[in-house]
């Protein structure tokens, strides 16, 4: 059977995997769902002995079954193998009492790789059959770039740009895309803030004229943000994997219940557990954690979503987001398919900034969801009594799960894993600070101080920026930028 794959707003138009994958969006706003989604299950025995990569092809097999077993083995092979540290992609730590499942060895350092080394092979394939030639744009305030950057470098028929605002970024994240190789690859900073940059990269999006002179080349503009359904299935791997890991090491049998602790912005990561646990993972809660920015733990403790409040820069800047735009397909399961009450609810985010669902659907996301919050105070004293009590550095974006995690009593015998998001030698500065090291305002003095304090090393490609090339040092007016992107996507081959 092939699962087709509709908008959460309307379930009358479907479209091929293939299709959500090339489009992102559905056209009406939705995000793409399948109705299928568990009716397959996932046959734990095999998980447990198959390497990441078999458990990449299996499940990915599974969720976007119009793509051929050959296209989905060449895409897993060419999206995990030599690309992260280990062969084992994601490895499951024990760290005190509970587990942690570091999703970070990726090529970026940030759990955003296991997507995003994925998505590109998906889109290639999916483009080749269309006869389209795809050029990324993204706007980024530091993390995300990269990653995609990355991801999409040197990938046939796909292009991408990258805008930053100039000065906006961290010097890490600045000289990680600055430094980026591939000749499908551009990066330019703007003379604005981040909110300038993503307005102008959004009114390229919309621009009709450019779009149809593009399209005369047969050349389509994407993005590759975290509502593509391309990114959310190969994080469903990782829950699978994971699992598996805690089998073999025999801390669990096959079939006994795990909890996930997650920490959560755009609702993705997390969500991607309820897909793994809707395909027949023995999850017993998920744990939302949130910084500061705590709009999904109210809503997942009251049912009312409200944007409408104060919005904080925290020490977990990918954290720091409002509108949690994956929380949408959530709604979607959690209604058994209203796709005109999850439209209703969406058109009152748009209006008032603010929804609620009835008490029958938030009872039946509270079935499987928990939450909590931190401070930034108190994700620094995480990361310090986790450092005191084990020795291991938790990034801020982590240390955030770790507290909410202690702040939740694990059911009797039930193990706990915290999903752990980022390298704490991405977010150095503020590790050292945290741990109560020196911390001094250069980058790279600080990974020397962490290196010394902590028994681990900092990742080749982080402490490699400090004498790696330049390539791109365009500095380009707002007003510049669609210009900027047609003359790259002329260069598309
Ligand atoms: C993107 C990101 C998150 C949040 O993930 P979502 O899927 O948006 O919930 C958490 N931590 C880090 C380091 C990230 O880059």
Redesign the pocket.
Known sequence: MTSMYHSTRNADACVSAKRAVLNGLASDGGLYVTDALGETKIDLERVVTNTYRENAAYILGTLLDDYSAEEIESCVKAAYKGTFETDDVAPVVKVGDAFVLELFRGPTS???DVALQMLPQLMSRAAQGAGEKIMILAATSG?TGKAALAGFANTPGLGITVFYPHNGTSEIQRLQMVTQAGDNVAVAAVEGNFDDTQSAVKRIFGDEALRERLAAQDTVLSSAN?INIGRLAPQVVYYFDAYAQLVRAGEIACGDAVEFCV????????LAGYFAKRMGLPVGKLIVASNCNNVLSDFLTEGVYDRNREFFKTISP??D?LISSNLERLLYYASDGAAGFVAGLMGDLAKTGRYQVPDEVLARIQETFACGWASDEQAEAAMKECHDATGYVL?P?TACAWHVSKMHPHSEGVPRVVLS??SPYKFCHDVCEALGLAAPQDDFACMRELEGASETKAPAALAALENADERFGDVIAVSDMSSYVETKCGELL
């Not at 920490?263 to 997390?270: A, W």
């Open positions: 940030a759990f955003k993390d975290s920490p959560t912005g755009n609702f993705g990561d997390v990918s954290m987001i990034d974006h998001t980022a």
